[in-house]
């Protein structure tokens, strides 16, 4: 039997058990992403998106799913701590799939809403009804299969002209006792002239194997601004499937930084819609793999109507067997006139025995637009090193500081100081393979 088919199976026979504890929003969605999975499956290596990234076998572990919502009874709070100095969040947590909010941090203005999924539709359902799975219905395999199967996440809604100071800080923990996967629903809608930071730490305190898919679903209304912070910081035995769907409105500003620093298996795919005059998108991407990590981003940056901007920097530093996958495509449509769309991919290959697979795309159907894109996929300078150890710096200590500073361009455009301080202490440590973890945080000892 077929992978596909066995999951298929497990829905078909446990639907009644996945649906009763949820809202009717998300069971209308799941049955057309039913429909959809059956046709579509997992997808293969011969599909070019996923040519070098099979993500089909990673589901062929026997995964436990908590379709009945046991409760798993963590104290977070005991567990984790996070300690950045100078940084205060308003933090909450999902484990596996389930929310819960936090104490901690200021009191959210009136009217916002961070609260969990399931709950949220079944209290305002038609608040969320445009926006569940609106965005996600047009996604990948990948995406309906998460359709199939959630059944809670975490809502992030910000009324008209709202400004949230305090950035909220949501940390996602895979905890279970056996093998475990996990789907989880992410929906972020910031309406107009609002503004919201959000900062995601992806954690895993298992060594068993364990694979999360999560789909997130961004709506910013005209003016809105949002930053996106996401930071990996998972085990060797975790695979993480991330999907990220953003539209935009006029004037809206979108910033997203997503640092891979300790994976297993990742792959992350971030589609934006600039669908407003005056948009603008910037989206930053470090990757950092050594032994068998295998990294993956792709990106779709779709400009729909004219003068938006789009900026977009990745850069990846590969060392022993890793490999790093990196698929970024501008679409630049009839009605784009007047855009401006920078792309650029950088990458370092350390040992002979990394891997990078780099497709940077530029499709143009408009005629008055400013666009480029470019990767570069090489090793350290040797020039650099030799005149850094003629002025008495040892070859190590060289080499660090080359990666050091290469990787020091994309943590720049965090706009969190303090984020941005303890990202470079990470950064340079797990560049030294030293502790690369989160002070205090006992999950990461």
Not at 3 to 16: G, K, L, S, T, V
Not at 29 to 34: E, I, L
């Amino acid at each position: 039997m077929s992978h596909e088919q066995e999951y298929i199976e497990i829905f078909d026979h446990n639907r009644e058990l996945i649906e009763e504890p949820c809202a009717t929003l998300l069971n209308a969605a799941r049955g057309r992403a039913a429909v959809q999975f059956r046709s579509m499956g997992f997808p293969g290596i011969k599909e070019e998106n996923w040519l070098h990234s099979n993500v089909a076998k990673r589901f062929a572990t026997d995964f436990g799913m908590n379709l009945g919502r046991v409760e798993v009874k963590t104290d977070m709070q005991s567990i984790f701590t996070c300690d950045v100095p100078n940084l205060k969040t308003h933090q909450a947590f999902i484990i596996n799939d389930t929310f819960r909010n936090s104490a901690g941090g200021k009191e959210l203005p009136e009217g916002v809403i961070l609260a969990s999924l399931n709950e949220t539709a079944e209290k305002y359902p038609t608040l969320l009804q445009p926006y569940y799975d609106a965005l996600a219905v047009n996604g990948d395999n990948i995406a309906q299969f998460n359709t199939m199967f959630a059944q809670d996440g975490m809502v992030l809604y910000v009324p008209k002209n709202c400004v949230i100071d305090e950035t909220i800080q949501v940390v996602t923990l895979l905890q279970a006792n056996v093998e475990m996967l996990s789907n989880r629903r992410l929906l972020v809608i910031l309406e107009e002239n609002s503004s919201a930071s959000l900062l995601i730490c992806d954690h895993s305190s298992m060594e068993k194997q364990t694979l999360s898919t999560q789909v997130m679903e961004v709506f910013l209304g005209r003016g809105a601004q949002f930053n996106l912070y996401e930071l990996e910081e998972t085990s060797h035995s975790n695979t993480r499937l991330g999907h990220l769907f953003v539209r935009q409105d006029a004037d809206s500003n979108f910033n997203h930084s997503n640092i891979t620093l300790t994976n297993g298996f990742t792959r992350n795919y971030i589609n934006v819609s600039l669908e407003g005059h005056g948009a603008e998108t910037n989206i930053c991407g470090l990757a950092i793999g050594d032994k068998e990590q295998h990294i993956d981003n792709h990106t779709l940056v779709d400009h729909k109507t004219g003068n938006c901007n789009s900026n977009e920097l990745y850069k990846y530093i590969l060392d022993e067997h890793s490999t790093g996958v990196f698929a970024g495509k501008m679409l630049i449509r009839p009605d784009a006139q007047h855009t401006n769309s920078q792309q650029t991919n950088r990458n370092l290959c350390l040992t002979n025995d990394a891997h990078m697979y780099a497709q940077p795309q530029l499709e143009i159907y408009a005629d008055d637009v400013k666009c480029s894109h470019g990767s570069t996929v090489g090793q350290l300078d040797e020039n650099a090193l030799f005149y850094m150890q003629q002025r008495g710096i040892p070859a190590d200590e060289a080499r660090h500081l080359l990666m050091y500073a290469f990787a020091g361009e994309v943590i720049e455009h965090i706009g969190i100081e303090a984020l941005r301080d303890r990202l470079h202490m990470l950064v340079e440590k797990r560049l030294r393979r030293e502790l690369n973890h989160c002070k205090g945080c006992s999950l990461c000892k």
